[in-house]
């Protein structure tokens, strides 16, 4: 089906979050379970908790474009989690492996930002307040997350460098 309007773009680019939330919602358990600081595990506990009513939010944000709420494959998040798993699968240090896997966190983390950014942008423009609401929350706790990863990242990387 053509994307013939900001609409379409909207309502496409939704599903591809939608499915990245999904993925996330799978991926995380395995982070948490290799993190060895306390700390740092907690923080993708949370996360994880956060990401099922992300998913939730998204489907929510379906409602104003009269359209199925219904998942399209992102392939960036595939990406970034296989090289997530990758890494995972590494011999480390396990104060080494927290430092690698806040990494991994973070370009996930970014990712997501960037994809609400957009959009949030498209909602506004398109009138679509409810969405833009429930689209923003989503971010807000993204960047959230980003900055626990960084101040954790301090201790975290101090004890990989000793
Ligand atoms: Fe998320
Ligand atoms: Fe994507
Ligand atoms: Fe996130």
Known sequence: MPLQTLADAFHDELRDVLSAEKQLVKALPKIAKA??????RAAFEKHLA????????????????????RAKTCEAMEGLLA???SMMEEEADPEVMDAILIGCAQKVEHYEIATYGTL????????YTRAYKLLKA????EVATDEAL??????VNAEANS
């Open 120 to 127: 949030c942008t498209w909602a506004k423009q398109l009138g």
């Open 35 to 40: 993190a060895s600081s306390v700390d740092l």
């Open 50 to 69: 956060e990401t099922k009513t992300q998913v939730e939010r998204v489907e929510q944000a379906f409602e104003e474009t009269g359209k199925a709420a």
């Open 150 to 155: 960084t101040g954790l990242s301090e201790t």
């Open 83 to 85: 090289e997530a798993a």
């Open 138 to 141: 989503n971010m807000a706790e």
